[in-house]
C-alpha cells in the first residue's frame, strides 16, 4: 500500500525552526519528483520546495527562500524540509507530495500543485 507520513509538526515560537519528515512505503521514491506544499486556512494550497528525482533541479517558492530547505534521502525513502527562522505567516498544514519523474519540470509540480500522491499532512503553528 502506498503512502507517505510526514511527521515533524508541531508549535514552534517565531524565530525557530522545525525539520519535518516524510517517510514513503510502497513507492521507490528513486523514480519521483518531490514536493512540499502548504495550506493555511482560507488560503490555496502553495508549493513550496520541490525536488527532482536525483536532486538535480529544485524549486523553492520566494515565500520561504533563504529559509525553508527541501533535501530527500533516496537510501532511506525519505522527503525533508529545515524550516528555519519560522514566522507566523508559516502557520499552516504541511504535505509532501510524489510525483512521477519526468512528468513535469519541478517548477510546474510546485505552481501547478499537481502530483500523483499525497501524504495526510503535519500541522505548524508559528505563535507565541
Known amino acids: 500500500q502506498l503512502q507517505l507520513v510526514e511527521s515533524g509538526g508541531g508549535l514552534v515560537q517565531p524565530g525557530g525552526s522545525l525539520r519535518l519528515s516524510c517517510a514513503a512505503s510502497?513507492?521507490?521514491?528513486?523514480?519521483?519528483?518531490v514536493g512540499w506544499f502548504r495550506q493555511a486556512p482560507g488560503k490555496e494550497r502553495e508549493g513550496i520546495s520541490c525536488?527532482?528525482?536525483?536532486?538535480?533541479?529544485?524549486y523553492t517558492a520566494g515565500s520561504v527562500s533563504g529559509r525553508f530547505t527541501g533535501s530527500r534521502d533516496n537510501g532511506k525513502n525519505t522527503v525533508y524540509l529545515q524550516m528555519n527562522n519560522l514566522k507566523p505567516e508559516d502557520t499552516a498544514v504541511y504535505y509532501c507530495?510524489?510525483?512521477?519523474?519526468?512528468?513535469?519540470?519541478?517548477?510546474?509540480?510546485?505552481?501547478?500543485?499537481?502530483?500523483?500522491?499525497w501524504g495526510q499532512g503535519t500541522q505548524v503553528t508559528v505563535s507565541s
Open positions: 510502497g513507492i521507490n521514491l528513486r523514480y519521483y519528483d
Open positions: 525536488i527532482s528525482s536525483r536532486s538535480e533541479n529544485r
Open positions: 507530495a510524489a510525483n512521477s519523474k519526468g512528468d513535469r519540470t519541478v517548477q510546474s509540480m510546485c505552481v501547478s500543485k499537481v502530483a500523483g500522491y
